[in-house]
């Protein structure tokens, strides 16, 4: 057999090979007994129940000092911050920040933050919160895995607010990721864990024996219960 049936013929076995394969995944293959069928859409719909399972156990609920699956989990529930980097497309979006301004240098960013934003607790949500969450990072005591990622050139960003809604960040020079390094600030409540902080235990906040109900979030849900080794419950924010 020369070359060139050769050749052919072990493209119409890639090909037969390739169809079955193809036959096979768009449900030539019979469905499970019982199975249920995962029907999607383009519309949401409100209300309704997600279980999932997780394979490892949470070892604080604070984002700050922490960063695994299960806290990642949480804070993606109950958390929220001044942008967010939309993972599909890899675009900036607003957040908590609903607009922004980049000045000619590209290393001071005018941050707009949303009106009417509430804690869970029911405390409104200020600049001063967005103050505290950068002093809460920086801070040594802390030891927070977020810090070393919100560092220019070795140093921290220089962050102020002329007013409740607006945050000015000012960076020791200029980033390659620019404005999504905000992706990366954790929010956390002021007037809940200051005293804390000042006191040198932050690190200690929002561990898995404290009660939930004593969580200040910002995310569209809160932790109902958490049950070690069992499960966690998430309920809509009620504000």
């Known amino acids: 057999?020369?070359?060139?049936?050769?050749?052919?013929?072990?493209?119409?076995?890639?090909?037969?090979?390739?169809?079955?394969?193809?036959?096979?995944?768009?449900?030539?293959?019979?469905?499970?007994?019982?199975?249920?069928?995962?029907?999607?859409?383009?519309?949401?719909?409100?209300?309704?129940?997600?279980?999932?399972s997780l394979r490892s156990e949470p070892r604080t609920f604070n984002r700050l000092i922490a960063s695994d699956v299960?806290?990642?989990?949480?804070?993606?529930?109950?958390?929220?911050?001044?942008?967010?980097?939309?993972?599909?497309?890899?675009?900036?979006?607003?957040?908590?920040?609903?607009?922004?301004?980049?000045?000619?240098?590209?290393?001071?960013?005018?941050?707009?933050?949303?009106?009417g934003?509430?804690?869970?607790?029911?405390?409104?949500f200020t600049a001063a919160d967005v103050l505290f969450s950068f002093q809460a990072i920086y801070d040594p005591k802390v030891g927070s895995p977020i810090a070393s990622s919100l560092m220019i050139a070795g140093r921290p960003m220089a962050v102020a607010s002329p007013d409740p809604r607006t945050?000015?960040?000012?960076?020791?020079?200029?980033?390659?990721?620019?404005?999504?390094?905000?992706?990366?600030?954790?929010?956390?409540?002021k007037h809940k864990y200051e005293g804390a902080l000042k006191a040198g235990t932050f690190a200690k906040e929002m561990g898995v024996a404290a009660p939930p109900s004593e969580f200040a979030t910002l995310g569209p849900f809160v932790l109902k219960s958490y049950v070690p080794g069992q499960r966690m419950i998430f309920d809509r924010k009620p504000r």
């Open 117 to 124: 934003v509430t804690w869970s607790d029911g405390t409104p």
């Open 167 to 189: 945050i000015v960040i000012t960076l020791p020079a200029t980033a390659g990721p620019g404005i999504a390094l905000l992706d990366n600030v954790q929010l956390v409540a």
């Open 70 to 115: 299960p806290i990642e989990l949480f804070s993606t529930f109950t958390g929220s911050k001044l942008v967010r980097v939309n993972r599909a497309t890899q675009d900036v979006e607003p957040s908590i920040a609903e607009s922004w301004t980049v000045s000619d240098d590209n290393k001071t960013w005018t941050l707009k933050l949303r009106e």
């Open 1 to 52: 057999m020369n070359r060139q049936p050769r050749a052919l013929l072990s493209v119409l076995l890639i090909g037969v090979i390739a169809f079955v394969a193809w036959r096979w995944w768009s449900g030539a293959r019979p469905e499970a007994e019982g199975g249920t069928e995962i029907v999607l859409s383009e519309s949401s719909t409100r209300g309704g129940t997600l279980t999932s």
